[in-house]
């Protein structure tokens, strides 16, 4: 059933992938972006076509901007948010912890406050508010995954090491207690948190794309070696305990990711709180997406071997096999190569980014 649902961050990579498929499913779209690190660009593409322009509202604020926030859910009768928006590389957390906190267990502080203020306003005239929360963790909670020797499942010890990691924890844990609050109190409300590993690709049908700046993925990495615009590739380690030497992540195509967030979305129930683990259950070292990527492009990539980074796992692998049991969820692009294509299309299309 369409409903109306805000998405912070909702011109970043995952966030507007999210916006381009809510617009498809018949929703309105609130959007909270700060364009720090999102693109203005994204909001044109979305509203390229008229009916999807009629359904998307943006809001030029931080999320921590109560007061803008607040007014945006009571303007358009918000029942439901995906909460992307968030500092999201581990070294610069390391570097900047404190920004990191103030950023993403602050801007959740403030956004559920907002929703709380909304609430409160609507009440007595209308609908009861946000009922539905979606937000965006990381399998960084689960902290040095070095000895696991099997994929993660959700009941894996939480030990973040980065302040990165530990906020995403701090963000999870206040949700949670405030969910609890409300259910409480009889409110209509259910939350989930989506532990996601390494996201990857770009839009299959072209609109939307990964432009980080700066960059710390590898799979894009790898491809501006492809073309042209780095000289090599950096890798970090290539004597851990794995097959080839090098580590082993898991890869999942951005559109699979949101899928996830849609399904969960539809299936909360008043006064539940997921978890899910969001990942294909399968691992590819640095080695063979390099491989994979040398395959889909044609092109030798250079290579520079350097000693490991501190706090970097062997292998971190998700078990995916709650969410696929519980909501049917499987991922439609589970080969490596076809996520590496699509990220490698929308390159050669956007050479310099979305600016291009």
């Not at 992307?84 to 610069?92: C, I, N, Q, S």
Request: charged share 25%; glycine share 8%; net charge negative.
């Amino acid at each position: 059933m369409p409903t109306s649902v805000m998405v912070t961050g909702g011109l970043g990579y995952i966030g507007s992938h999210a916006v381009q498929r809510l617009l498809r499913d018949g929703h309105d779209v609130v959007i909270i972006d700060n364009l720090f690190r999102g693109h203005r660009e994204v909001l044109e593409l979305l509203a390229r076509d008229a009916d999807a322009a009629k359904r998307i509202h943006f809001v030029h604020a931080d999320v921590a901007n109560r007061a803008a926030v607040r007014e945006a859910l009571l303007q358009h009768r918000v029942t439901t948010v995906m909460h992307f928006a968030a500092l999201a590389y581990v070294g610069e957390s390391v570097e900047s912890p404190v920004g990191y906190y103030r950023n993403n267990v602050g801007g959740l502080i403030e956004l559920l406050t907002a929703m709380d203020e909304a609430r409160r306003l609507q009440s007595s005239n209308g609908p009861a508010g946000v009922s539905r929360f979606v937000f965006s963790s990381t399998c960084a909670v689960y902290g040095d995954t070095s000895g696991a020797d099997k994929p993660l499942a959700e009941e894996t010890s939480l030990s973040p090491v980065s302040p990165y990691g530990r906020s995403k924890l701090m963000c999870e844990q206040l949700l949670s207690d405030e969910a609890a609050r409300l259910h409480a109190q009889g409110v209509d409300f259910a939350c989930a948190m989506l532990r996601y590993f390494n996201v990857c690709g770009c839009d299959r049908s072209g609109v939307l794309g990964e432009d980080h700046r700066p960059e710390t993925h590898l799979i894009p990495i790898i491809l501006e070696v492809a073309s042209g615009k780095r000289e090599c590739l950096t890798v970090f380690g290539e004597d851990y305990a794995t097959p080839d030497g090098t580590a082993i992540r898991d890869y999942i195509h951005v559109e699979d990711l949101v899928d996830a967030h849609v399904r969960v979305m539809n299936a909360l129930r008043n006064g539940e709180q997921r978890v899910y683990n969001v990942g294909t259950g399968q691992g590819a070292s640095v080695r063979e997406v390099l491989r994979a990527a040398r395959e889909v492009t044609g092109r030798e990539i250079a290579v520079k071997i350097v000693s490991r980074r501190a706090g970097d796992a062997a292998r971190a692998v998700a078990d995916p096999t709650k969410i696929m049991q519980e909501l049917a969820w499987k991922p439609s692009v589970p080969e490596l190569r076809e996520m590496i294509a699509s990220a490698w299309a929308w390159m050669q299309r956007h050479p310099r980014g979305y600016g291009s």
